[in-house]
């Protein structure tokens, strides 16, 4: 708790006034330790202000009172200042996200497709759409655990079609704000905005290493990618690729930029002309071994002259049982924007990018991301973000201390398999979090309640179920 407020404290900028700071670390606190839906009342009522003036609250959220922008710039300025090692890249992440609501009249809602829904039918959900931006924090270099660190959360609404009636003019502009408004082009901006501010803050030198899904991986993204900037992302298993142009010859025109056509990733794949490397990397708790085809120096008509490598995964095998039969998974098809990229370095860099899946379903599940009750643009856009912020300001504080555990700590529950170096989930650190605003609070010996649950674990009761209810409480 302690190191939490420490960095919130370094957040300051972000707020006109100290008050208004000061209200902001009191609604985190209160975010944190809610046992109910995390709205913006449901944060004042678990700090204890439901008795005072909860318009004040509410007024953090519009006009400037509060930069989201500023407030992830301290979280991405500590990542960059006190976590990576000298000259390390800056290895981030992006995806968007849909927030279910039901309100019509709120800012930024539209009918959208539903990603959950089955693929032989498309549903759709009404609902607001985010685009996050995660930054890998590695505990060692070379394959390792990585944790996602959320530095970016923009709201991306869709333009509200025009009726037939309307005038031309409005239909024209309505167009040119559809391009804007599109999942690739804010992306593209995104991915900029990002760029030009670790340039601000000490990362000018580093390159910036991101990685996404096929929605990205266009021509929108590749073809204005800014300097010191690689992106790596997946395509299809049937798209067209190209060698380097032969620029021995030269004839009359202009120069060529494509060369012969090579076959698909998924004929590369089934070759025989193609060798297969091994490569080591991080994934699901452990180091694997990885079976890759490597492709360098090819070209996409949808990266222009920019040239690439292209990766091919060859399909993991697993048992769901020991004795059940050999099953696989399907084969993964990347591209990279750097021919020159370590492909050990790249394969964990991409494998790193399921960390921001996870960012996002504790956002939601968690802490209740898109639960608050507002309707208006200032509000519906820096409320998600602002729990999101609270969220990376969390995952950080846990990273700082997590060499300096004690006895004093919660014993995880007794279904919890026992592994060596087991990564704490979201759910233990704001268990954690709540247990120590309790301590100070209600002058809890909190030691004493630790050490009996530790005695209890082999016994059928518990001394104390009341505070077992509040300590350890599954969101």
């Known amino acids: 708790m302690m190191e939490f407020d420490t960095l919130f404290g370094q957040a300051n900028k972000a707020f006109k006034q100290s008050r208004t700071a000061k209200r902001a670390l009191e609604l985190s606190h209160g975010l944190l330790n809610c046992m109910g839906r995390r709205t913006i009342t449901g944060m004042i009522t678990a700090n204890g202000q439901q008795f005072k003036d909860w318009t004040a609250a509410y007024r953090l959220f519009q006009g400037s009172t509060m930069n989201v922008n500023e407030l992830f710039s301290t979280i991405r ?165 190209y060698q380097l142009p032969d620029t021995s010859q030269k004839g009359i025109g202009r120069n060529r930029v494509y060369g012969e056509q090579i076959p698909t990733p998924e004929h590369i794949r089934q070759s025989e002309d193609y060798p297969w490397i091994e490569v080591e990397a991080w994934a699901a708790g452990r180091t694997h071994p990885f079976n890759v085809k490597v492709v360098r120096d090819l070209r996409w008509r949808k990266s222009g002259d920019r040239n690439l490598q292209l990766i091919i995964i060859r399909p993991l095998g697993y048992r769901l049982t020991k004795k059940s039969k050999m099953l696989y998974r399907q084969p993964a098809y990347l591209i990279c924007t750097d021919p020159d990229l370590n492909i050990n370095e790249l394969l964990q860099a991409y494998l790193w990018r399921w960390e921001i899946e996870v960012n996002i379903r504790d956002e939601k599940t968690l802490l209740g991301s898109g639960e608050a009750q507002v309707r208006k643009t200032g509000p519906v856009e820096k409320v998600p973000a602002f729990i999101t912020a609270v969220y990376a300001i969390l995952l950080i504080a846990a990273h700082k201390v997590q060499t300096l555990q004690t006895n004093a700590e919660l014993p995880r529950a007794k279904w919890y398999k026992r592994k060596p170096f087991a990564r704490e989930s979201t759910t233990d650190l704001i268990n954690k979090f709540r247990s120590q605003i309790w301590v100070k609070n209600m002058n809890i010996n909190f030691s004493h309640f630790v050490n009996l649950q530790h005695q209890m674990q082999s016994r059928r009761n518990s001394l104390n179920p009341t505070m077992s209810a509040v300590f350890y409480m599954r969101n």
């Open 77 to 241: 300025k500590e990542l960059i200042t006190n976590h990576l090692t000298d000259r390390q890249p800056v290895y981030a992440h992006m995806d968007d996200t849909n927030i279910r609501k039901r309100g019509k009249k709120i800012a930024g809602t539209s009918w959208m497709r539903d990603p959950l829904g089955p693929p032989f039918h498309t549903n759709f959900i009404w609902g607001q759409r985010f685009i996050q931006l995660s930054m890998s924090l590695p505990e060692k270099p070379g394959p390792s655990r990585s944790r996602a660190i959320p530095i970016d959360f923009h709201h991306c609404p869709s333009v509200k079609k025009p009726t037939k009636t309307d005038d031309p003019s409005v239909w024209i502009e309505y167009r040119e704000k559809q391009k804007k408004s599109k999942l690739s082009k804010v992306g593209s901006d995104r991915i900029a905005f990002l760029r030009q501010n670790l340039d601000l803050e000490g990362a000018k030198n580093r390159p910036l290493i991101i990685s996404v899904d096929g929605s990205y991986t266009n021509e929108t993204v590749i073809k204005n990618l800014p300097e010191n900037t690689t992106l790596i992302g997946r395509i299809r298993k049937d798209c067209c690729l």
